[in-house]
Structures are given as C-alpha cells and as structure tokens.
C-alpha cells in the first residue's frame, strides 16, 4: 500500500521511487545507498559524497509516529542498518561512495530512533 509523504526534501539526491529505492548522488549519479520503501517512519541524512557534492534527504509521512531517542546501534544484516529491536532492514549506505554522513533513522515497527555518524 502506498504511503502519503509528508515532508520530502532532497538536496543533490535522487531516489529510484517516491520514497524509497536506491539513493544516487545528482552530481556525478553515483549510487550511495538504499532506502528499504515500508521499515521507516522518518529519515535524515546527510552526506558528503566522494564527487565532492554534499546532498541530504529527510523524508516522512501523514501517518508517522514521533518515536524515541535511542541509543543503541542499527545491527549490519547484509550489508544493509537493520532495527536491533526487530531486525527490519532500514537503509544501505555504501560506504565506500561517501565521505562522510549523518542520519536519523526512525523503525515504522518498534518507534526507535537510531543516529549514525561517520
Ligand atoms: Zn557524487
Ligand atoms: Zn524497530
């Protein structure tokens, strides 16, 4: 079922759908990551990429909840942050395309909100 975006702001980004898919810089089109379409309640990230473009995105929707500061770290399942609480596969950032990146994270599942620094 399609969700109703809310707030969708994307700054040198593109994603590969409405809200979700791969994540690919404007600047040099580099995919940097993948955004899993139905395990999110709200996303922020920012990042520089190794073009040198810094991009962001936030993202989120009419029916989100507000959720919960958290402070435990997204287990790595496949290469992709999932939600340690539930295991939901959230977001893929390779990290090899980007130099660096800041997200805020929300489970759609359990409300948690994860933070992630490189
Ligand atoms: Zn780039
Ligand atoms: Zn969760």
């Given at each position: 079922m399609a969700r109703a975006v809310k707030d969708k702001e994307l700054v040198n980004t593109r994603l590969a759908s409405n809200y979700g898919g791969w994540v690919y810089?404007?600047?040099?089109?580099?995919?940097i990551g993948y955004l899993c379409y139905?395990?999110?309640?709200r996303l922020e990230l920012k990042y520089k990429c190794n073009c040198g473009s810094i991009g962001s995105i936030l993202l989120d929707f009419e029916d989100s909840k507000t959720g919960q500061d958290c402070s435990d770290e997204l287990v790595i399942i496949k290469n992709r942050f999932c939600?340690?609480?539930?295991n939901e596969p959230l977001i893929t950032i390779l990290d090899k395309k980007v130099a660096n990146y800041e997200m805020k994270i929300t489970c759609k599942s359990c409300g948690a909100i994860y933070k992630k620094v490189k």
């Open positions: 810089c404007d600047s040099c089109n580099e995919n139905s395990t999110y309640d939600c340690p609480n539930d």
